[in-house]
């Protein structure tokens, strides 16, 4: 239910940007980076990769997300940037026990406009 309604609200340009500045630091100036390099804006570039994954994902996939995900602070801003690590361009980053490497909340986090990226519609 949470990967259909991060889907669903991230196919948005409008929501896909906020949600990213929501994430903020570094995660958030890759996705820029990366959205730069095929000349589109980081709204556009986000909901385009959210709507691909839609398209692409198949059971097992949602559901290994959705594992990913569990007991996440945000856990719909958590699975945007799990989803978007692939089209990054570089190395899946990983943690030391090699778990996946989720970003942190950024800086400008605030509960008023990043507390839930459905709120942004």
């Known amino acids: ?10 196919s948005n340009v409008h929501v896909a940007k906020a949600a990213v500045s929501c994430i903020g630091g570094g995660f958030a100036d890759r996705v820029a980076l990366a959205a730069d390099r095929k000349g589109m ?3 556009g570039f986000v909901a385009a ?4 994954f839609a398209r ?19 856990p719909l801003l958590q699975a945007l940037a799990h989803l ?3 089209t990054l361009g570089g190395e899946k980053r990983t943690l030391p026990d090699g778990g996946a490497f989720l970003p942190p909340m950024g800086a400008r986090h605030d509960r008023r406009y990043c507390g ?3 709120y942004a519609h």
């Open 49 to 52: 990769a959210v709507r691909d």
């Open 56 to 74: 692409r994902a198949d059971g097992e996939t949602l559901r290994a997300l959705d594992r990913e995900i569990a007991g996440a602070d945000q």
């Open 1 to 10: 239910m949470l990967i259909a309604d991060m889907i669903h609200s991230c």
């Open 84 to 86: 978007l690590e692939p």
């Open 41 to 43: 804006e980081v709204g």
């Open 116 to 118: 839930s990226v459905a």
